[in-house]
């Protein structure tokens, strides 16, 4: 069977520490990690720490909902558990399948030895010792450095059966197996659930997270996350960027630039040793920017040189 969960069960490499205590300390917590979050944000994953809710996040791809369960399981020391979703994923790739090889030896070798009781075996076989444990079951086992961070990215890409076996997770933090019983968290696991939003997800589902929606960063907040993130461009290539990416936003394109977007295009333009936008570099260096070429093709030539002519009129009016 295909196992397309890749389940990252990464250590963190920080050691355990206590949740936050207030919202301050959330945002704390997350400038640790080199996240730069509003203040909404750190009160919406305050209180889901605080309370032991899910977290569902909402937002165009690439504005750094998968990034926040990164940073909370580095800066609170905790194992991160990724249930990266896709069309057609099953419980058998999520949460747990039967190891039937060794199911069929342990049979083989009982009918082998004569005399086997069929109910006894039937029991044996079904034993934990015979279950493959996928993300949703790893989640909640106990670990020493705490409960893990369960990351269940990009759930509009499956289908509703699999949102409806969710709930009982969702809800009470634990799995039913029929042959065996319910398994269930001594300790809550923290779980992020993730959503591009390329369908609607049940509101069965979201009435049991806390819900924030992760919008576009303003120019302020980009330009801040630049700095962490690609320090190595100057201010000035830097404002242009923010810029630049602020008016590509307000055009009408089948896919906007997300933070990751703006944060690759500035090391692009480093790596070309590039210290001011030009109309050139930017259609050299579109396709770093944006994914489609349609989008592309709207965008390079004149319409780029006008907007960045705005870019720099604006800057330098707001430098008077």
């Known amino acids: ?68 369960a990164k940073v909370l399981a580095d800066t609170l020391g905790r194992r ?20 039937y090889s060794r199911q069929m ?15 006894a075996l039937a029991r044996d076989i079904y034993a934990e010792s015979f279950l493959i444990k996928r993300p949703l079951l790893q989640a909640l086992e106990a670990d020493l450095a705490g409960p893990p961070v369960l990351l269940i990215d990009e759930l509009d890409r499956t289908d509703e059966p699999f949102e409806a076996y969710l709930l009982e997770l969702l809800a009470d933090y634990q799995v039913t197996i029929p042959e065996l019983g ?41 330009m ?13 290539l830097a404002r242009q960027v923010v810029a630049f990416v602020q008016k590509l936003r ?16 500035a090391d692009a333009l480093v790596q070309l040793d590039k210290v001011a936008l030009d109309p050139q570099a930017i259609d050299d260096t579109l396709g770093v920017l944006l994914k489609y070429q349609d989008d592309i093709a709207r965008i390079r030539g004149s319409e780029a040189a006008h907007l960045l002519g705005q870019v720099k009129a604006e800057l330098a009016a707001g430098a008077r």
Not at 15 to 21: F, K, N, T, V
Not at 224 to 236: F, H, N, S, T, Y
Not at 250 to 265: C, N, Q, S
């Open 250 to 265: 307000g055009r009408d394109l089948f896919k906007l630039p997300g933070v990751a977007e703006t944060i690759d295009w």
């Open 1 to 68: 069977m295909r196992q397309a969960t890749s389940p990252q069960d990464a250590t963190a490499s920080s050691p355990a520490r206590a949740l936050p205590g207030d919202v301050d300390e959330t945002l704390a917590l997350l400038g640790a990690g080199n996240y730069v979050a509003d203040r909404s944000l750190a009160t919406a994953l305050f209180l889901a720490l605080k309370l032991a809710r899910p977290l569902f996040l909402e937002g165009e791809a690439g504005v750094g909902k998968t990034e926040i």
């Open 105 to 119: 030896i342990e049979i083989r070798l009982a009918e082998a030895a004569g005399g086997a009781n069929r109910d």
């Open 182 to 222: 319910t398994v269930a968290a001594a300790s809550p696991p923290i779980v992020v659930v993730t959503s591009n939003r390329t369908r609607e997800i049940h509101d069965a589902l979201k009435r049991r997270c806390f819900y924030y929606w992760v919008d576009y960063p303003s120019a302020e907040r980009e």
């Open 80 to 99: 991160l558990i990724r249930l990266q979703c896709y069309e057609g994923l099953d419980i058998a790739s999520a949460a747990y399948e039967w190891n």
């Open 224 to 236: 801040q996350i630049l700095r962490v993130k690609a320090p190595r461009a100057g201010e000035a």
